[in-house]
């Protein structure tokens, strides 16, 4: 057997390391991810959603933009009520959920959320 042969310090310092790694990768790879989801959640609105939401404005309905007070306002500003909006759209806003995958839809409001905070810069 392999750790039979190890002292139970050695085996103490493994199992840290190995238990270490385990907690700290989820992290990392999500960090990763965002990043690259939000480039892709970019596209996707360029493509799909700006024609309305240029620079996070609303040419239809003026005073429901995308801006974080209004997100904020209008009991929006998380990424499950933005997916859920855009998936099944809302009065003018047509539903993109036969038109768009769930990931694409998911990188689109993380790009929103994100653009929010930083003031659509």
């Known amino acids: 057997m392999f750790f039979v042969n190890f002292s139970g310090e050695i ?3 493994f199992t840290l390391r190995i238990l ?8 990392l790879m999500s960090t990763v ?13 360029s493509a799909n959603c700006s024609a309305c939401h240029a620079g996070g404005n609303n040419v239809i309905i003026p005073e429901k933009t995308l801006k974080k007070d209004a997100l904020e ?5 998380s990424v499950d009520k933005i997916t859920y909006q855009v ?14 995958d769930d990931s694409d839809i998911e990188d689109v409001a993380n790009y929103v959320l994100s653009q929010s905070e ?3 810069d």
Not at 33 to 45: C, L, T
Not at 87 to 100: E, I, S, V, W, Y
């Open 11 to 13: 085996m103490k310092s």
């Open 20 to 27: 270490s790694l385990s907690l700290c990768l989820p992290f």
């Open 33 to 45: 991810s965002v990043a690259a989801d939000i480039e892709n959640g970019e596209r996707i609105f």
């Open 73 to 77: 306002a209008n009991g929006m500003n």
């Open 87 to 100: 998936t099944n759209g809302k009065n003018a806003m047509p539903a993109f959920g036969g038109r768009l």
């Open 118 to 120: 930083k003031g659509w």
